[in-house]
């Protein structure tokens, strides 16, 4: 099994700023993507942003405000939050496609979720 724990969100007045962590661990092989996703109240969840060995990609809206890094030696992935605005509310999910032993698929993994609110 693959666990993934996610820190960093809380409440934040409207312009702030969050930095969540999600830090991947157990027996793990190979990490092809690590990624966040939101779901705000009554909605579905979405991509916030991912990122590969090569590459970041992000909604676009928000493009601008938040940034996705990933820490290989730590099996750690961020997002970076500015400029936060009240419907950035949601709660935040870390994902991550893993292989555990070499030759099997890449699987899903689900963080349990952050929770971000942008309230004054």
């Known amino acids: 099994q693959v666990q993934l724990v996610e820190s960093g969100g809380g409440l934040v007045q409207p312009g702030g700023s969050l930095r969540l962590s999600c830090a991947a661990s157990?027996?793990?092989?190979?990490?092809?993507?690590m990624g966040w996703y939101r779901q705000a109240p009554g909605k579905q969840r979405k991509l916030v942003a991912t990122?590969?060995?090569?590459?970041?990609s992000y909604a676009d809206s928000l493009k601008g405000r938040f940034t996705i890094s990933r820490d290989n030696a730590k099996n750690t992935v961020y997002l970076q939050m500015n400029s936060l605005k009240p419907e950035d509310t949601a709660v935040y999910y870390c994902?991550?496609?893993?292989?555990?032993?070499?030759?099997?698929?890449?699987?899903?993994?689900w963080g349990k979720g952050t929770l971000v609110t942008v309230s004054s």
């Open positions: 994902n991550v496609i893993a292989s555990r032993q070499r030759g099997s698929p890449g699987m899903n993994y």
């Open positions: 157990g027996s793990i092989f190979s990490i092809y993507v």
């Open positions: 990122v590969t060995s090569g590459s970041t």
